[in-house]
C-alpha cells in the first residue's frame, strides 16, 4: 500500500522554478478556458507570474518535490480600481489554484486555511477574491468557505467576463474554553 501524500505550504522562495509554476497555473486553470472563460492565469507569462507573485505572499503547496497548488495573500492595495481592494482592514486572494493531478484532495481548502490564518495575522477584518461570473462551481466552493457576493469588477482585456467580487469575515483565533 503507497503511504499518503503529505503537502507542505510554504512560502515561495527565490530557487522556485516560475516557469513550472506557470505551467501549473496554466494547467490548474484549462478548464476553465475549455469552457470559454480567459482567466488570466490560462495565459500569462512567467514575467507575469513573477509579478502576481511579488504582489503579496505567495504560498507554493509541495506533494514529494512536486507543485502541487499556489495562491498569493494581497495587503490592501491603494492603487487597485476596485474599492474593496483598496480598502485598509481587507486582504485578498489571488492566483489560487490547484494543479489538476491533486484536485479532489483537500488541497484546496487546507492552502485556504493557511491564507486565513496569515490573512489574521495580519490583523484583517475580511478576506476577499474574485473570479468569473460565469465560474458557478467555484462561486459555490467559495460560499461552502463562507464567502459571500459583494459586488462585481471587470478585469478585461486580461479577461473576456464579468467577475463577481466575494468576501468574508476574517474570524478571530478562536478562544479556549475558559476552564470551570
Known amino acids: 500500500m503507497t503511504p499518503p501524500l503529505t503537502p507542505t505550504i510554504r512560502p515561495l522562495v527565490a530557487h522556485d522554478d516560475l ?15 475549455a469552457k470559454g ?19 503579496g505572499q505567495a504560498l507554493v503547496v509541495e506533494i514529494d ?20 481592494y483598496r ?14 493531478r491533486f484536485k479532489g484532495m483537500g488541497l484546496g481548502k487546507l492552502l485556504h486555511g493557511e491564507l486565513l490564518a496569515r490573512a489574521r495575522r495580519a490583523g484583517a477584518a475580511t478576506l476577499a477574491l474574485d473570479t468569473a461570473e460565469p ?10 468557505w463562507g464567502y459571500q457576493v459583494v459586488g462585481e469588477c ?6 473576456n467576463y464579468t467577475s463577481v467580487l466575494m468576501a468574508r469575515a476574517v474570524d478571530p483565533q478562536p ?3 475558559l476552564a470551570r
Open 175 to 177: 478562544q479556549a474554553p
Open 135 to 144: 465560474a458557478h462551481a467555484l462561486i459555490a466552493m467559495y460560499e461552502s
Open 154 to 159: 471587470d478585469w478585461r482585456p486580461l479577461t
Open 87 to 100: 480598502n485598509s482592514s481587507v486582504w485578498s486572494i489571488t492566483q489560487f489554484c490547484v494543479a489538476s
Open 19 to 33: 516557469a513550472r509554476l506557470t505551467a501549473l497555473i496554466h494547467s490548474a486553470y484549462a478548464p476553465h478556458a
Open 65 to 84: 518535490g512536486d507543485y502541487a497548488a499556489t495562491a498569493t495573500l494581497r495587503a490592501p492595495q491603494a492603487e487597485s480600481k476596485v474599492a474593496l
Open 37 to 55: 472563460l480567459r482567466y488570466w492565469a490560462t495565459h500569462q507569462t512567467v514575467e507575469d507570474t513573477a509579478k502576481r507573485l511579488a504582489s
